[in-house]
């Protein structure tokens, strides 16, 4: 066995979607011929929202060891980022945090000390005394994980590789999420810390063909694409009683520039017409905004057919998801090559996808090969979509849609796109 060093903020026993992923690869590696060691800090299951992941946890470095990884839990404590976030983040003080973070990015140049994941480096210095590691892999976010892979091929001649779940500088989702002359700020601070940090990177590994080739053309890297792609055990779960009204499943949190007029314009057609169906928008209350956003987009006459929740734990999230009769993605407004994570999700569950409204691109792209999806741009096409879908339902060729789709989504399995892990290690 090949050993690997993984250094990732979010792994088991964190179900949010960032832990999923790196989850999946030190658990699986194995059977690749490695042997990875992951570096993280102290987690939860019972982490519920944004605010949690900010909390202290943990006093002691816990390591568990498996018969496939091994794995270092450091004890979480709250920089002066996360602290501020806490205090002002969400109050009409925000300012105050955004000024923190202009002080913690600045300081991000000099050392990590005052940030949540300060202990990652020492740690990842120790272990390379002791053993020696083919490479190391460092997932982000949070990015700033990226300087530890900078300061141990500085200090240590480190071999890294830099695993992007997302752009970072060039992210135009957290671009459209922010703004403003303070968040411009950092942002240009930033850039100049993604190609001197991640410059001293072998290569680079992201989540898309348009990602990578992005990410590969700034930092000057040679780029290779991983997809998130879906757990196997996904397609082998229990079938579970639909819901008794036709109900479609948002499953996530939101972004500002995904439109919610067309379906919720859908939902008032199928009312107008005596035919109203359920959205369930679930998990969309961890983020705060955007929660309170979707709810002050319903019209009153709609709300009793909208539910948002907050965050439910793993396994209830996929029985809501199994109980759902479709499932609903939307476009990031204008900008492509975004393959959401829960798409992946959705096609494992074999369920109609309806994309409404579409990318013209990766999205779409997806769920047309999969069989599964359903297409739209107008609240009066999403509509007449539903009741394609209402009438697959009801002359029973929901199980032919699923069946014939699996030969179509295996390529998207987490385990056949780690298999792409050799070529990024060399082997």
């Known amino acids: 066995m ?24 030190a658990r699986n590696l194995n059977r690749l011929g490695y042997f990875p060691t992951v570096i993280t800090r102290e987690w939860t299951a019972e982490t519920r929202s944004h605010q949690d992941t900010k909390r202290r946890m943990g006093n002691n470095v ?8 091994e794995v270092y839990y450091l004890p979480f404590q709250p920089g002066i980022l996360d602290r501020a976030y806490l205090t002002f983040g969400e109050s009409a003080l925000r300012p105050i945090f955004l000024l923190t973070k202009l002080f ?21 210095k120790t272990l390379y005394k002791k053993s020696e590691f083919k490479a ?11 300087r530890i892979g900078y300061s141990l091929h500085r200090e240590l001649n480190v ?4 695993d992007y779940r997302d752009d970072w500088s060039t992210n135009e989702l957290q671009m459209e999420n922010s703004g403003g002359a303070i968040r411009k700020c950092i942002a240009n601070i930033e850039s100049k810390y993604e190609k001197k940090w991640v410059g001293t990177a072998e290569s680079i590994i992201s989540v898309s063909s348009i990602y990578t080739d992005r990410l590969s053309k700034f930092l000057g890297k040679k780029g290779f694409t991983i997809e998130n792609g879906f757990e196997e055990e996904l397609l082998e779960l229990k079938p579970e009683e639909l819901f008794p009204v036709f109900t479609l499943t948002y499953s996530g949190v939101l972004y500002p520039s995904q439109d919610l007029s067309v379906i919720l314009g859908a939902l008032q057609i199928a009312l107008n017409n005596g035919q109203p169906f359920h959205l369930l928008f679930l998990g969309a209350g961890f983020d705060v905004k955007q929660g309170r956003r979707i709810a002050d987009s319903i019209p009153i006459d709609l709300r009793p057919f909208v539910k948002i929740t907050d965050r439910l734990p793993r ?3 996929l029985t809501e998801l199994h109980k759902s009769h479709a ?11 975004i393959p959401s994570s829960k798409l992946y999700e959705y096609l494992a569950l074999g369920k109609p996808v309806l994309l409404c409204p579409s990318d013209a691109d990766v999205m779409e792209q997806m769920i047309a090969e999969s069989g599964l999806g359903f297409v739209a741009n107008s609240a009066e096409g999403c509509y007449q979509q539903i009741l394609k879908i209402k009438a697959h339902y009801e002359q029973g060729e929901i199980h032919e849609l699923r069946k014939n789709s699996l030969s179509e989504i295996m390529k998207y399995s987490r385990f056949n796109q780690l298999q792409h892990i050799k070529e990024v290690l060399g082997d």
């Open 2 to 25: 090949k050993k690997i060093l993984i250094l990732t903020y979010y792994f088991a026993p964190c179900t949010l979607t960032p832990s999923q992923r790196i989850t999946f690869w």
């Open 315 to 317: 396994a209830l999230a």
């Open 62 to 69: 816990r390591q568990e060891i498996f018969d496939t990884h």
């Open 104 to 124: 913690d990015v600045f300081m991000a140049r000099f050392t990590l000390k005052f940030t949540s994941y300060a202990n990652f480096l020492s740690l990842a």
């Open 136 to 146: 190391t892999i460092i997932s982000g976010e949070p990015f700033y994980l990226f």
């Open 159 to 162: 071999r890294w590789i830099a």
């Open 327 to 337: 499932f609903l993605a939307m476009a990031y407004g204008s900008m492509k090559g």
